[in-house]
């Protein structure tokens, strides 16, 4: 049972330009949705997350986008950088459950040329 | 230590074999999960633990999987008789708590491939 569903699956991007990555899901109880970056050979690592309280939220070059009666939320990078190359995984949590366990979507790679 | 720690980073089991996984949580983190991550896909829950207490285990695929934190630090994953499906990247995480906000913090992750 697909509870997140992630596109594209993979994403090439010029230096400098926009990358963005699209989120749904389906479970209104989910309330946390945290954003992760994972490269090569490591573990996720948090990136960015939202409330659904929210509709935007901006940490530097990274903005997540919240729409709550789509049920879909997205990643934006600004200024994409070759650093950024990394495989991206949005998820859900809900936050009244009593493991606090993630669910993650299927990951976008994303490439950015210089 | 400062962040999350898996050993091996890698194990190789023929299949039949039974292996345990470790991993050691940030100290003072009272949760712990295990996540399996199959290739080009994103991680998948297994199994929660709050401090010694492993309370969900709704992801554990069958019965030759167990998980263990007798001391509510350290935890261990076993899978007995490895089958080649089992080859996957197994991640532990931990977090200071389970309420929403908390973020969670992941390990390198311990890359299983099943001969």
């Known amino acids: 049972q697909q509870q997140v569903k992630q596109s594209p699956q993979s994403l090439i991007v010029q230096k400098g330009g926009i990358s963005i990555i699209n989120c749904a899901y389906e479970n209104t109880a989910f309330d946390y949705f945290p954003w992760y970056q994972q490269f090569p050979g490591k573990g996720p690592a948090l990136l960015i997350a939202i409330r659904p309280d929210v509709s935007e939220k901006k940490e530097g070059r990274f903005t997540i986008s919240f729409n709550k009666s789509a049920k879909q939320f997205s990643l934006h990078i600004m200024d994409s950088q070759p650093g950024d190359s990394a495989t991206y995984f949005c998820a859900a949590k809900q936050g009244s459950s009593n493991t606090g366990k993630l669910i993650f979507g299927q990951g976008t790679t994303l490439q950015v040329k210089p | 230590g400062a962040g999350v720690s898996q050993s091996p980073r890698y194990k190789v089991a023929k299949r039949g074999q039974d292996v345990a996984l470790r991993c050691d949580p940030i100290?003072?983190?009272?949760?712990l999960f295990w996540y399996q991550q199959a290739l080009g896909q994103g991680p998948e829950f297994l199994t929660y633990?709050?401090?010694?207490?492993?309370?969900?285990k709704s992801g554990l695929p069958s019965d030759r999987f167990f998980a263990e934190r007798p001391e509510g630090s350290v935890s261990t994953l076993k899978i007995q008789r490895t089958q080649q499906e089992d080859s996957a990247v197994y991640l532990c995480a931990s977090s200071l708590s389970v309420s929403r906000d908390t973020e969670a913090f992941f390990g390198q992750g311990t890359r299983l491939t099943v001969v």
């Open positions: 633990f709050q401090n010694e207490a492993q309370l969900d």
């Open positions: 100290s003072g983190h009272v949760s």
